[in-house]
């Protein structure tokens, strides 16, 4: 039973490419949750997405950021035109049912983006 | 205000000794709360979690909750070199459909 799984772990850009990040829940999960962290700092919270849905976004910076998680295929989170501000881990975790509910979230490995 | 604050540390203890990672949160209806687990450079993981007022043990671990105080912490008993990670308290708020994580707690067990 596979885990979620994140690619690619490492992703190199300069500054103002695109950098998508794809992230695969658990099998059985179908809510999905970034985090972004940067070095010795907690993880922040970026957005959460249910299949088809986003249900809270809060955390996403307003411009040039998007989540979406598709019916078919993996959640994938879109970094246009990045900046080295950009440059962290961005987590993925996804949980059965809704946090609200008291459900645990289960993270992947993450993806180290890197803006040179 | 944080809404998740934790003692960023290093907290340094003997190898064989109780560590006490905790934290605070600011959201008095919060009903559901985890501990993470972190080494450097790899994802988190989840080793406790507590809904109700009160200690829950598993193992070497016993996760402390007091909602009066709005504070939570982790016991980890017989602290091994292993143990050495940072430890991040996390939040579900009552209005929030997400988990608000706290800075994380960097633990060093000292052989």
């Known amino acids: 039973n596979a885990g979620v799984m994140q690619n690619p772990r490492h992703l190199v850009r300069r500054r103002g490419q695109e950098a998508r990040l794809r992230c695969s829940p658990m099998?059985?999960?179908?809510?999905v949750y970034w985090y972004r962290q940067l070095p010795e700092e907690g993880l922040k919270f970026m957005v959460y997405?249910?299949?088809?849905?986003?249900?809270?976004e809060s955390g996403m910076p307003k411009e040039r950021f998007s989540a979406e998680f598709p019916k078919e295929g993996p959640s994938i989170l879109r970094i246009q035109q990045v900046v080295r501000g950009d440059s962290a881990a961005y987590f993925c975790?996804?949980?059965?049912?809704?946090?609200?509910?008291?459900?645990?979230?289960?993270f992947g490995s993450g993806t180290q983006l890197s803006v040179l | 205000q944080k809404e998740v604050e934790q003692n960023s540390g290093p907290l340094s203890v003997p190898e064989g000794a109780i560590a006490s990672p905790n934290c605070t949160y600011s959201?008095?209806?919060?009903?559901?709360f985890f501990w993470y687990r972190q080494y450097s450079g790899k994802s988190p993981e989840l080793i406790m979690f507590?809904?109700?007022?009160g200690d829950k043990e598993d193992g070497r671990f016993t996760a402390q909750l007091n909602k009066a105080s709005q504070y939570v912490s982790l016991l980890i008993r017989d602290s091994q070199p292993s143990d050495s990670a940072t430890y991040l308290c996390?939040?579900?708020?009552?209005?929030?459909?997400?988990?608000?994580f706290g800075s994380g707690t960097r633990l060093s067990i000292r052989p």
């Open positions: 997405l249910q299949k088809e849905n986003i249900i809270d």
């Open positions: 996390a939040v579900i708020y009552s209005s929030a459909s997400k988990i608000i």
């Open positions: 507590i809904y109700s007022n």
């Open positions: 959201d008095r209806g919060s009903q559901s």
């Open positions: 099998k059985g999960h179908s809510h």
């Open positions: 975790a996804s949980s059965p049912g809704a946090t609200g509910a008291g459900e645990k979230l289960f």
